[in-house]
């Protein structure tokens, strides 16, 4: 799977929620705690940071994710493998016993609406930076979709939102937290 998406820094929040809600189906709500860990590579000289994976825990699931990120100019292209687990402590435990290390926490709660092009819309408030839009397009691979295109719809909703090209934030949540090595 591939997640294409575009993130923008917004500083009125409750408007853009108006607007969104006059514009796009209002589809739920946002609540997602995030814990982030390296596992070693085995027989690699330096094994950290090693192979990173995430553990998203939303009201009633919880998913494990990883990616190969790529920045594709303001952009963020992933392909991505997420699988839900049925017990959580039960796969920290296992990580530690792949000697696993904690790296950090991210919080992000809000809202989301479905937008136009298949684009899921989030906007979210992440613990201790703030108020974002996230827009995204989930699309297989094999289909081999048009990435341009897709990039150009992100940044038509964007646009379309009055949000200006400066509040676009390139940089992954994790270097915005101060976790820049991870």
């Given at each position: 799977?591939?997640?294409?998406?575009?993130?923008?820094?917004?500083?009125?929040?409750?408007?853009?929620?108006?607007?969104?809600?006059?514009?796009?189906?209002?589809?739920?709500?946002?609540?997602?705690?995030?814990?982030?860990?390296?596992?070693?590579?085995?027989?690699?000289?330096?094994?950290?940071?090693g192979f990173r994976l995430r553990i998203r825990t939303?009201?009633?699931?919880?998913?494990?994710?990883?990616?190969?990120?790529?920045?594709?100019?303001?952009?963020?292209?992933?392909?991505?493998?997420?699988?839900?687990?049925?017990?959580?402590?039960?796969?920290?435990?296992?990580?530690?016993?792949?000697?696993?290390?904690?790296?950090?926490?991210?919080?992000?709660?809000?809202?989301?609406?479905?937008?136009?092009?298949?684009?899921?819309?989030?906007?979210?408030?992440?613990?201790?930076?703030?108020?974002?839009?996230?827009?995204?397009?989930?699309?297989?691979?094999?289909?081999?979709?048009?990435?341009?295109?897709?990039?150009?719809?992100?940044?038509?909703?964007?646009?379309?939102?009055?949000?200006?090209?400066?509040?676009?934030?390139?940089r992954p949540y994790s270097q915005l937290l101060g976790?820049a090595s991870y």
């Amino acid at each position: 799977m591939l997640e294409v998406e575009l993130k923008a820094r917004i500083e009125a929040p409750q408007a853009l929620e108006a607007k969104l809600n006059s514009l796009y189906e209002r589809a739920g709500s946002v609540d997602k705690n995030d814990e982030y860990w390296a596992v070693p590579l085995a027989g690699s000289p330096m094994p950290f940071p090693g192979f990173r994976l995430r553990i998203r825990t939303e009201p009633g699931r919880t998913t494990v994710t990883f990616k190969e990120k790529a920045y594709e100019g303001q952009v963020e292209v992933n392909r991505e493998v997420e699988f839900g687990i049925l017990d959580p402590d039960a796969f920290r435990l296992l990580l530690k016993k792949m000697s696993a290390r904690f790296l950090y926490c991210k919080r992000k709660t809000g809202f989301f609406w479905k937008g136009p092009e298949g684009i899921l819309v989030e906007l979210v408030r992440v613990e201790g930076l703030g108020d974002f839009l996230e827009a995204e397009r989930l699309v297989d691979e094999a289909e081999s979709p048009d990435l341009e295109e897709i990039k150009r719809s992100l940044k038509r909703l964007i646009s379309g939102l009055e949000i200006g090209e400066k509040a676009i934030e390139p940089r992954p949540y994790s270097q915005l937290l101060g976790f820049a090595s991870y």
